[in-house]
């Protein structure tokens, strides 16, 4: 019977191991990668996906989406959209009926509507702060969601880089691929626990504490 926690704190996470994307990672730089990469994908039951945007630490300034990653358990294509912006091919599989597994939704759709007029909500997608819900989880960050079910930590380092640099870095990289596979994970361990049942929710312990009356 799998134990998982309503809730998890970062105590706990800070002392798990750290995970990276296990798979093949390929970076897309032109229109006919794209293709390749989506023909690809079509073919794929399930894939995860994510967006990076170059940060802005000055006010009033702000970045167009530059990066969108989608990965399947062992493969994930990173899109430079700063390079190639929204392919013809990337558009509809978007918008296709592949299933399509992603965290805070709402807010990549509008990363992506801002660079170009797409609507990828027309497609088939599953929101993971709406699915955990379902099982008694009360966390909605993926490296939460993702250290509460598999004890093993996402790391936010590279989380504020230059996602338009001319070349990524391998950080870059595994942080980017990293995020879209663990939406694959946590959506496969979750609908398997369902399918069986093997699994309850947790609730923590109240954290006792003690007054010092001394003195009073």
């Not at 006010?59 to 990173?78: E, N, P």
């Not at 992603?102 to 027309?122: I, T, Y």
């Not at 909605?140 to 079910?149: D, E, Y």
Request: aromatic letters at 8%; hydrophobic letters at 35%.
């Amino acid at each position: 019977m799998k134990q998982i926690k309503k809730t998890i704190t970062k105590a706990e996470i800070a002392a798990m191991p750290k995970v990276l994307f296990p798979g093949r990672i390929f970076v897309i730089y032109t229109e006919s990668e794209a293709e390749k990469a989506v023909a690809y994908l079509k073919d794929q039951r399930i894939v995860g996906v994510d967006t990076e945007t170059r940060p802005s630490f000055k006010r009033g300034t702000t970045h167009k989406v530059a990066l969108l990653q989608i990965s399947t358990q062992d493969t994930c294509f990173l899109f430079r959209l700063n390079r190639i912006g929204m392919p013809d091919s990337l558009q509809e599989f978007l918008m296709s009926n592949t299933l399509k597994i992603g965290l805070s939704l709402k807010d990549d759709f509008n990363s992506l509507r801002k660079r170009e007029d797409v609507h990828p909500d027309r497609g088939n997608w599953i929101e993971l702060q709406d699915y955990v819900g379902r099982f008694g989880i009360a966390d909605r960050s993926l490296q939460k969601i993702f250290a509460n079910l598999f004890g093993q930590k996402i790391s936010k380092s590279q989380r504020l880089s230059n996602w338009e640099a001319e070349v990524l870095s391998e950080g870059q990289k595994l942080y980017a691929a990293t995020d879209a596979w663990a939406c694959v994970e946590i959506y496969n361990c979750l609908t398997e626990l369902e399918r069986t049942g093997g699994y309850e929710i947790t609730e923590e312990e109240p954290i006792e504490t003690t007054v010092n009356t001394n003195g009073l």
